[in-house]
């Protein structure tokens, strides 16, 4: 009995579904803790494939003005109806000493419409250049290009004679082909309050925490943050 189309490609989606489903499960035997740490991994990861290309890498006059960093990872996926989500970590400077900060967990996602198929890996960093965004970023939902203008940052010689401060948000992606200075909507951002109360051990806000003197840099965050020393004092 021949097997139809319709019923070939219905049986190839339930059980690449019912994988997903199996990948999740084996993921829920890691622990909390060892799943924030692993996102602590991955955003130096992202931060390393960006600086690691000279198509894409920052240039260390730039990311050393910049007042925060966001670094991304988000997948876009789709079956009928996609979106993209992922995760991602937030880490501003000392405003006393000028030295980066904790970094605070982020969510991720932009909702998209249409038939699609697929995943596709997607990294971004986002240098936000002025006070005014970081307290954006710090505070509840934050789309990036809609609260605060964002443009595509220089890389190389283009940062000799581009101004930093054109737009509050500088966006870098392992994507490359990025115009210096082209509009970018970058999808939204949320603090993840749950991760960060976790991860320090703490009921205090998400605020408190990125800019206060009161918590001391746990071990598995110290990586990336001797990482960002390095590309950007």
């Not at 991955?42 to 006059?61: D, F, R, S, W």
């Not at 910049?66 to 989500?85: D, R």
């Not at 986002?126 to 970081?134: H, I, K, S």
């Not at 010689?157 to 509050?168: G, M």
Request: hydrophobic share 45%; aromatic share 12%; charged share 20%.
């Amino acid at each position: 009995m021949r097997i139809s189309i319709k019923i070939f490609i219905s049986l190839f989606l339930a059980l690449g579904f019912l994988g997903f489903l199996g990948s999740l499960q084996a993921k829920e035997k890691v622990s909390p803790h060892e799943k924030l740490v692993n996102r602590l991994t991955t955003a130096e990861y992202v931060l390393e494939k960006v600086m690691g290309n000279p198509k894409t890498a920052i240039p260390q006059n730039v990311l050393s003005q910049a007042k925060g960093i966001i670094i991304l990872n988000q997948y876009k996926f789709g079956l009928f109806l996609g979106g993209e989500g992922g995760y991602g970590v937030l880490v501003v400077r000392d405003i006393q000493t000028n030295k980066w900060h904790l970094p605070s967990f982020l969510t991720a996602g932009q909702a998209s419409f249409g038939f699609q198929f697929g995943v596709k890996e997607k990294n971004y960093v986002f240098l936000l250049m002025t006070d005014e965004a970081v307290q954006l970023a710090c505070a509840g939902r934050f789309d990036v290009g809609v609260d605060a203008s964002a443009v595509a940052g220089p890389v190389g010689t283009e940062s000799e004679n581009f101004d930093l401060f054109k737009a509050p948000v500088l966006a870098y992606s392992t994507a490359q082909g990025l115009f210096a200075g082209a509009t970018i909507k970058g999808g939204w951002i949320a603090q993840d309050k749950k991760a960060n109360r976790l991860f320090y051990n703490t009921h205090h806000d998400t605020p408190e925490i990125l800019l206060s003197n009161w918590f001391k840099l746990p071990r598995e965050a110290q990586p990336l943050i001797n990482r960002l020393k390095a590309y950007g004092p």
